[in-house]
């Protein structure tokens, strides 16, 4: 069996199908082996934590119990929030200050707590063991003149001494990867900023006004698409696009792909591997204009060459006439 156990999350199986689906098919197109946790259930994510720690505590433990019963080494999932809450309980349940927290979830449980156990996010799995280099080598399709901006959300990375990868304040994976399938990743100076999250239901108005933010930097840094690894953003900056634009500058149309979707596309993979149908906001006028913008660039790159071979013609003629004659 893989060492490396799949978690895939509630969202995953439900409205955020497309992020599952397009990222096993990524996994399995750059050679990464993985197997589902065996009778997996929710983790608790977002709500149980404001409900009670130790709850959450143990629904995240008991998968990782089921990890480890499973002999799995690592546990990878695409959601952030999956991976707060499996990594949290991890490292809680091993202080060995707060034994009283352990003895909780462990009742709860109605056995023994798991033993440590690696989590990580997808994005992590494919940047440290396949690489920039590595994707770049597969890509089949390259994302040419598609202009991104990176959009990790405001817990893929953070608090550092929990998520322990890349920088809390700058991540660079998603970037280098999309990088390496060609595309043109744009500064974009609000990749882990807040969308809101969960706040979409008992404050409508705050999530609006944090996922405008979002939308109106990518529109100012020239993005064609918001490549995003989260469930939660996707939702809020996609399927609730009407209600955010309502609090924006501007109506922006600009499509929010998962990472896993665009990188499908630059290997070749089939379109029943990404389901960019699920999309709320469709990516084919970004790829269009991506593609028309290329072919401008093709022609003015070939007019300078045209240019540049008249100008050497010219000088060779110049050249040639003010030869002496022998």
């Not at 969202?11 to 397009?22: M, P």
């Not at 352990?102 to 992590?124: C, F, I, N």
């Not at 108005?205 to 064609?224: Q, T, W």
């Not at 699920?278 to 045209?306: F, N, S, Y």
Request: aromatic residues 4%.
């Amino acid at each position: 069996m893989s060492a490396l156990g799949y978690y895939p999350g509630c969202s995953q199986s439900g409205t955020a199908a497309e992020y599952d689906i397009s990222t096993r098919a990524c996994m399995r197109a750059l050679g990464v082996e993985m197997a589902d946790v065996p009778d997996w259930t929710c983790c608790g994510s977002t709500p149980a934590h404001t409900v009670d720690h130790h709850l959450a505590g143990a629904l995240a433990a008991r998968n990782l119990l089921q990890a480890q019963a499973a002999g799995f080494e690592r546990v990878a999932t695409p959601c952030p929030s999956c991976l707060a809450a499996l990594k949290t309980a991890d490292h809680r349940l091993a202080d060995p200050a707060d034994p009283a927290y352990k003895a909780e979830v462990e009742r709860l449980l109605g056995r023994a707590a798991p033993a440590p156990l690696e989590a990580v996010s997808t994005l992590q799995v494919l940047f440290e063991q396949v690489g920039p280099a590595g994707v770049r080598q597969r890509v089949a399709n390259p994302l040419t003149g598609l202009r991104v901006a990176c959009y990790y959300g405001c817990i893929m990375n953070r608090p550092p001494g929990l998520m322990a990868f890349d920088d809390p304040e700058n991540p660079v994976a998603m970037d280098e990867l999309l990088s390496a399938c060609g595309a043109e990743v744009v500064d974009f100076p609000f990749k882990t900023e807040c969308c809101g999250a969960a706040f979409g239901m008992p404050r409508l108005d705050v999530m609006r006004r944090l996922s405008a933010r979002i939308l109106d930097m990518a529109a100012s840094c020239g993005a064609d698409a918001i490549a995003v690894a989260c469930p939660l953003c996707q939702m809020n900056l996609d399927l609730r696009r009407g209600q955010v634009n309502a609090a924006s500058r501007q109506d922006i149309q600009i499509p929010v792909p998962y990472f896993t979707q665009l990188m499908g596309l630059a290997l070749g993979l089939p379109e029943a591997d990404l389901r960019l149908d699920k999309l709320v906001l469709p990516l084919a006028p970004a790829l269009a204009a991506a593609e028309g913008r290329e072919k401008a660039r093709e022609k003015t790159r070939e007019a300078e060459r045209q240019a540049k071979a008249a100008a050497k013609a010219t000088a060779r003629t110049s050249d040639k006439e003010a030869t002496p004659c022998a």
